[in-house]
């Protein structure tokens, strides 16, 4: 099995390392990352400059970098490694749940995957540099990965994330609540005006979604799709609002 390995947190996080560590285990791996930081990016590309694809020094593992987003490093990769058979992205320092699944990097390089029909899969988790350590994911990730990549799952592309300290694994849906957005002035060092964009939640967390099991330290398994039309509004629509 060939298993590309991204990330939205730059080639040289601690958490690309952790997670192609434990994809060896499963197969063929191979590192193609941006050269610096890319969260929050979403599924942005770069279709208007052109990119470098350069080799970096990552342990053991065949490793690139590149000058561009998430979607764009899994792109590349994909056009240089012939026959990829999955495209791992993480493990991401913050969570990827609820709303934040519209702007995440992290998610948006296996979506790329997924756009390209190849199965992807996302994992994130509370900051470990700050928090714990990756060997208390260890177990929990390695059953996340053997489910997602032996058990031939149903959807194309997964978003995973783990508590610090998980009891167990549980299939869930995406949370969606309503924010209060908020834009908050500030003054940088110099007197200048800059902004603070903030969201809190108006909602209480809902059962059986991604984040009602973190809140239970349990491993959250969200299968997701690209389609992102709602098909009972369709219908509803298309009958009583006919052409």
């Known amino acids: 099995m060939r298993i590309l390995i991204?990330?939205?947190?730059?080639?040289?996080?601690?958490?690309?390392?952790?997670?192609?560590?434990?994809?060896?285990?499963?197969?063929?791996?191979?590192?193609?990352?941006?050269?610096?930081?890319?969260?929050?990016?979403?599924?942005?590309?770069?279709?208007?400059?052109?990119?470098?694809?350069?080799?970096?020094?990552?342990?053991?593992?065949?490793?690139?970098?590149?000058?561009?987003?998430?979607?764009?490093?899994v792109a590349l990769g994909i056009h240089h490694?012939?026959?990829?058979?999955?495209v791992l992205s993480g493990i991401n320092q913050g969570l990827n749940v609820g709303n934040s699944c519209w702007h995440s990097g992290t998610l948006a390089?296996?979506?790329?995957?997924?756009?390209?029909?190849?199965?992807?899969?996302?994992?994130?988790?509370?900051?470990?540099?700050?928090?714990?350590?990756?060997?208390?994911?260890?177990?929990?990730?390695?059953?996340?990965?053997?489910?997602?990549?032996?058990?031939q799952p149903s959807a194309l592309l997964h978003n995973v994330n783990f508590p610090l300290s998980p009891k167990g694994l549980m299939w869930t849906k995406q949370s969606v609540r309503h924010y209060e957005g908020k834009v908050i002035p500030d003054e940088d060092p110099y007197g200048r005006t800059v902004y603070w964009f903030a969201?809190?939640?108006?909602?209480?967390?809902?059962?059986?979604?991604?984040r009602w099991a973190l809140a239970q330290d349990l491993v959250s398994i969200t299968p997701l799709r690209l389609d992102l039309t709602d098909q009972q509004c369709l219908a509803e629509d298309t009958r009583r609002l006919a052409f």
């Not at 490694?81 to 999955?86: E, F, I, N, R, T």
């Not at 996302?122 to 990549?149: K, M, N, Q, W």
């Open 81 to 86: 490694w012939a026959k990829v058979d999955v």
């Open 6 to 73: 991204s990330n939205d947190d730059g080639v040289f996080s601690p958490g690309i390392a952790a997670l192609a560590k434990l994809a060896t285990e499963f197969g063929e791996v191979r590192i193609v990352a941006p050269d610096f930081e890319q969260s929050s990016m979403g599924q942005a590309i770069s279709p208007s400059r052109p990119l470098s694809y350069r080799r970096a020094r990552i342990g053991p593992f065949e490793a690139f970098r590149v000058n561009g987003t998430p979607s764009d490093c």
């Open 109 to 151: 390089a296996a979506k790329q995957a997924a756009l390209f029909g190849v199965r992807g899969i996302a994992l994130s988790a509370p900051s470990i540099e700050e928090h714990g350590d990756y060997d208390l994911l260890v177990p929990f990730a390695r059953r996340v990965l053997d489910t997602l990549l032996t058990k």
């Open 199 to 210: 969201a809190m939640p108006i909602e209480a967390v809902e059962p059986g979604t991604d």
